[in-house]
């Protein structure tokens, strides 16, 4: 990989690293810190790293990074910052929507929330996850589906309330 | 395939997405249509995708990397030009300094005993300089930069019959204008006491040390001071006798007591005295 190749990774995909390390976070300086490490580390074996295979070796270590951060800090699920969603287009409708859905996914685990932002926000595949998380696509799938029922269950029980 | 309540959950996604094969979802179906509890849920299953999200990370210019560009011929010409420039300025630089000393301006030849009062034998070895400084130059310089040299220390030597010039070199008119003197054949025209001070003068001003003259200034103010002792001790003697033949002036008895009678103490006409 060149560093012009390097520079389109970053233009590509800086923006989705950083929401999903936020997402998974809840804390947007710390979710900066980790993205640029892991920047870093790229730019130092970049020649190795074949262009193709970027996108999977930065998420993966941004996950890696986040997982790393959870495991020093023992958080999981108390939200201190969230995504900034809010935006002077959008109707307060759909912003108390975005709200709920940061509340919901602040209830899920970290691996939980790895699936899914992984899943909805950078459409990875099944396989691409499992590659990722290194687990089976089987276990992936699994895992989502009842991710996904939780994410139901909660939504229904705050809908109710 | 086989679909069981140990395995169903692993393709539920995949039922619900549509992306089992017609075979696999028969065989799907109909193991849900054996659960009807799990054939509820996934019934009531919505997927429920998060809405996706603009994000900017806060400072890209950090992330990216300029790659080095490798420099051309004409910049590491343009360096060795500048660094061969910078060697040659200070060459000649060097040459100036070693061709135009201000520290060669007069030399005394070395006075041998204190027996010779004598100030004649000071003398200015200017015609000397030119010779001198060449054959200290000769082992170590071409014959283009002693022929240079040369011509340079003639200039400085001619410079310095004149009074102005020594006076700019030695930055200070009253010394200048004395040490010239002092150096000249007019040093008799000197008073005594300007020679004691242009002596001191020159060497707190550190003249001699600066201008490898051998200047002996050491030596030459023993002799004026043993001079000047003499002298002193000669106009006491006078005193004495002219005490004792009472004619020593009225008020000088207390200088001829401690030693202190000067000659311009004494009126000129005692000195016609026979």
């Known amino acids: 990989m060149t560093a012009n190749e390097y520079n389109q990774c970053v233009n590509k995909h ?43 070796y930065l998420f993966t270590s941004v996950h890696r990074a986040c997982i790393d951060f959870f495991r020093r800090k023992k958080t999981s699920r108390n939200t201190t910052e969230l995504l900034p969603l809010h935006d002077a287009a959008m109707s307060s409708q759909d912003f108390e929507n975005k709200q709920l859905i940061q509340h919901m996914l602040s209830q899920l685990t970290e691996e939980q929330k790895s699936l899914i932002l992984l899943r909805d926000y950078e459409g990875y ?31 229904t029980n705050s809908l109710t309330q | 395939m086989k679909y069981t309540i140990d395995n169903y959950e692993a393709f539920a996604l995949d039922y619900i997405e549509n992306n089992l094969s017609e075979v696999d979802r028969r065989d799907y179906e109909a193991f849900l249509a054996s659960n009807p509890e799990i054939k509820r849920q996934l019934e009531n299953f919505q997927l429920l995708v998060l809405p996706s ?148 003068l020159i060497e707190r001003k550190s003249i001699k040390p600066d201008f490898h003259r051998g200047y002996l200034i050491d030596k030459y103010r023993t002799l004026i001071i043993e001079e000047e002792e003499i002298r002193n001790e000669t106009f006491l003697k006078i005193g004495r006798l002219l005490a004792k033949a009472n004619l020593i002036p009225t008020g000088l008895e207390n200088e001829l007591g401690e030693g202190t009678l000067k000659e311009n103490m004494i009126p000129e006409t005692y000195f016609d005295l026979k």
């Not at chain 2, 520290?103 to 070395?110: G, S």
């Open chain 1, 125 to 155: 595949s099944y396989k691409e996850i499992a590659d990722l998380m290194e687990w089976t696509e089987a276990q992936v799938k699994i895992n989502l589906f009842r991710t996904r029922k939780k994410l139901q269950f909660l939504l």
């Open chain 2, 53 to 200: 999200v603009v994000v900017e990370y806060p400072d890209k210019n950090k992330l990216y990397r300029h790659k080095k560009h490798p420099k051309s011929l004409v910049f590491y010409l343009r360096n060795i030009a500048a660094i061969i420039l910078l060697i040659v300025l200070a060459a000649y630089l060097m040459n100036s300094k070693i061709s135009t000393p201000d520290d060669q301006l007069v030399e005394i030849p070395a006075q041998k005993g204190v027996d010779d009062h004598s100030l004649e034998n000071i003398k200015p070895v200017k015609e000397n300089l030119v010779e001198k400084h060449a054959e200290s130059l000769s082992g170590k310089q071409s014959k283009f930069t002693q022929n240079k040299l040369a011509v340079q220390n003639r200039k400085k030597v001619e410079e310095l019959n004149d009074i102005d010039t020594f006076h700019l070199l030695t930055k200070d008119n009253s010394i200048g204008e004395d040490v010239a003197m002092l150096m000249s054949d007019d040093r008799e025209a000197l008073p005594l006491d300007r020679k004691q001070k242009t002596i001191t």
């Open chain 1, 14 to 56: 800086a923006d989705g690293l950083y929401r999903f390390a936020v997402s998974m976070l809840s804390d947007r300086i710390e979710a900066e810190d980790i993205v640029q490490q892991v920047f870093e580390k790229f730019w130092n074996r970049h020649q190795e790293v074949d262009p193709g295979a970027a996108k999977s």
